[in-house]
């Protein structure tokens, strides 16, 4: 007889908070997501954007502020956004509407499942992951976002040249991700002045602030896929 194997899934690196959800992020939603939104079980990652598009992601982007700023900024390349909190998602597509934006697209969905199953092979020219979710008690460590299975799949998904552009105020956080990155073969380190420029100026989310307030030190990760 078989033995029925039952792989645990992992523990999610998030915990849903649908009910802080403002009446004006609902209604942006309503109203925004046909123009904005992705849902990866209908539409496959090739037709998001035209062909041959330069795609950025952006993975937890929160209320969204580093993609509203890079859509503005950069209106030659495309950004992708995923998000598993719906009001962000809410915020962002309200103010992107606002401002004429068209060159973003989000999902709501988890992350890991998508660069598992669902981004394309070598389509990405960068992955900006600001500030995931600390997880800093040693029991709650295995949720966070950042494993190596995940760092597979941006290795995967990434085209060569491309960057993954890592931040944290998560001391430990960032000397684990910075353990495992180091042994990714074909992720070389750089240094954050070999980032394009635009990557650079990214002004400082709320999250950022508040943890420079805090006096948490930001601390970044810097590679390319060689
Ligand atoms: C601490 S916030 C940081 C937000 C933003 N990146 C910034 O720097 O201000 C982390 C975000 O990651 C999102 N998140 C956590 N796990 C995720 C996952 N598996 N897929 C997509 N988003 C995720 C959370 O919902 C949250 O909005």
Redesign the pocket.
Known sequence: MSKNITKKAPP???VIRNGRVTASQKKSIKENWSEFGVDPKKTAFKEIFPNNSRIIV??????G??LLHLSEDQNSLHFLG????TS?IGALIRRAKKRGVLNLKVINH???NLFNNFIAKESLEAVLI????PWPKRKHNKRR?VNDLFIKNIHKTLKRGGFLYFKTDSLDYFKKVNLKLNNVQGLKKIKIEELPIFLQSIPK????SKAITNKNQVNYLTYTKS
């Open positions: 999610r690196s998030y952006e993975v937890g982007f929160g209320s502020e580093n995923i998000e598993v909190y962000g988890d992350a890991r600001f500030h995931p979710d976002l989310s709320k999250y950022e």
